[in-house]
């Protein structure tokens, strides 16, 4: 704020100093300097002061009188108008400041002499003090406001690059964590050797130990009992029971034959059950070192995803405040960043100056005409701002934007769809279309599928990558799942800043992509999620054009079409649809299916259908 002062101290100065500047036999520089720094809000009595001083220390007293009288119009003006309507543009300061330098002019010629000349000199005056005023401010603007903006970023509590470094080693942390889980991680299928030592040692234990033959059993290696402990331990290893070869053989040394095999069947069924426990844990363990490794990958995308360029931005902050000082709003705090995708956000702190209500989408227009480009109100944004000062994000506007529709049809005598679906517009210009296919139909299908959305959703919005996502709700359903409870994931993910379009794919039915009369299947032969901790994503990206329509649809939708190639037949009805409505496309593909089932819905059928369009 000191750099700020001394900043006004050179304006007061130079509004002593303009007066001296003469062009032409007048001293436009008085008028419009005046114009431009009272607009500015700078000590506007000192800056009167100063400048009628300036015009008594330097012109005759006759222009004196012409621009005192011009300046205390102006002023009068631009109090009334920013009075009435809260704030004054720059434009209203210039047209004021001119009309007045030329109907001043025009009034002490005429009351003297009737000479056009001086008239055409009075209006080409006013229309060079305008254009000085129109030229001038934005500049004086960045003068004041240089080195201010950006510098508030050392104390604003945002992001910095020592916070970057900490989630950095937070994200190594978390990293060594999980391959330390997955260290231990090491699947057994089969028994070891010591573990079939302890099983014997049970079963001797609590038969042959009171058996008064024990000594003559297990006295010699060479024993023939060993190797048959050996035999009926590993025939209740592969098929559950003794074979009848065994038992024969252990009947012929032992007398408690019967009672060690069933005692055997015991000892190794509690056997079997712990090791399912501890191969159980381990899948968990596994699960756990994925989930470290996903927070980890998001403080890495966290420490990396904004990079403040505000320091190097500094003109294009100073134009933004300067267009947002034009609507009556007033910025304490800014801070411009670049995503990692090159794209600009803007955040700031505002308040109206007049504690009138202002909207978001007149501050989205100075912003736009500060940044040179089109900026939009990020997500969750109030549409006023009023005298309380409010937190505000925008972001880089996209190249495209999305519409979608969908059309569902429930399995006939069944109350409710086990089919469920997304659509989500994140943050960095993603649109994101999820569709999942409960296993089944009815309350525990949607139930099932409606986790799955759920899940994907929070996880996206959270930050997570969209690969990363998946696997995160993998786990999860892994890990309360029910028996036989599975799901499919279908998933688009649109960045509406390039076209590209990427295609996520578990247990999913095909995908098709409609351009035209052209259509694209995107077929998966992956497992569906909550089987398997470890799940295999298939992954295909598309470059879309404007106009393109994706197409998701659930297994219902193709299963039943009765003919050798469903997807084939699919497309062939694709290209014969015609409409830019992404919900008729979607309610004319069912009407298309129906007449293959002859109105019957054998299953739960649901389209999901986006298209993108240039802005």
Known sequence: MKKRKWKEIVMYALAVLVAKVEFVGCFPLIPAFFTVAYMEE???TLL????????????????????TMAILVTAVVIKLIEWANKTCRTWVGAVSMGGSVCLVAMAGELLQVRNRMVIWMGILEALLVAGMVLVASPAFHWFLEENIT???????????????????????????LSQIFSQMNQYKSNFEPEEMGRMQQEITGKICMSCNQCAICWQEDTSPMYELFYKLIHSLEKRGVAEEEIQRQLEDYCPYSDTIIEEAVGVFEKAKLNLSWYNRLLENRGIIAEQLDAM???MEDCAKEYIDVSETKGRLLSSVKYRLKERGVVVNDIHLYERQNGKLSLQMKVYSKWGNCVTIKEIAKGISLGMKRTMVPGKYVRSLVGKEEAYLTFEEDTVFHSLHGVARL?????QISGDSFSVLELEGGDCVLALSDGMGSGISACKESEMVIELIEKFLETGFQ??????????AMVIQGEEGMFSTVDMADIDLYTGKCDFYKIGAATTFIKRGEEVECISSATLPVGIFHQIEIEKSSRQLQSGDFVILVTDGV????????????????????????PGQLAKQVLERILLFTAGKVPDDMTVLAAGIWEK
């Open 42 to 44: 700078i000590n506007r």
């Open 48 to 67: 009167l002061i100063f400048s009628i001083f300036g015009m008594a220390l330097f012109i005759p007293v006759q222009e004196m009188a012409k621009y």
């Open 150 to 176: 950006w510098k508030r970023n050392e104390n604003s509590g945002k992001t910095t690059p020592e916070h970057g470094e900490k989630l950095q080693s937070y994200a190594k942390s978390f990293n060594g």
């Open 296 to 298: 980890a990958g998001i």
């Open 410 to 414: 429930t399995k006939d005598n069944a």
């Open 466 to 475: 969209k690969e990363t996502a998946i696997r995160m709700m993998n786990s």
């Open 558 to 581: 193709l299963d039943y079409l009765r003919v050798p190639s469903p997807e084939e037949t699919l497309r062939e009805i694709l290209e014969t649809i015609e409409t830019n409505n």
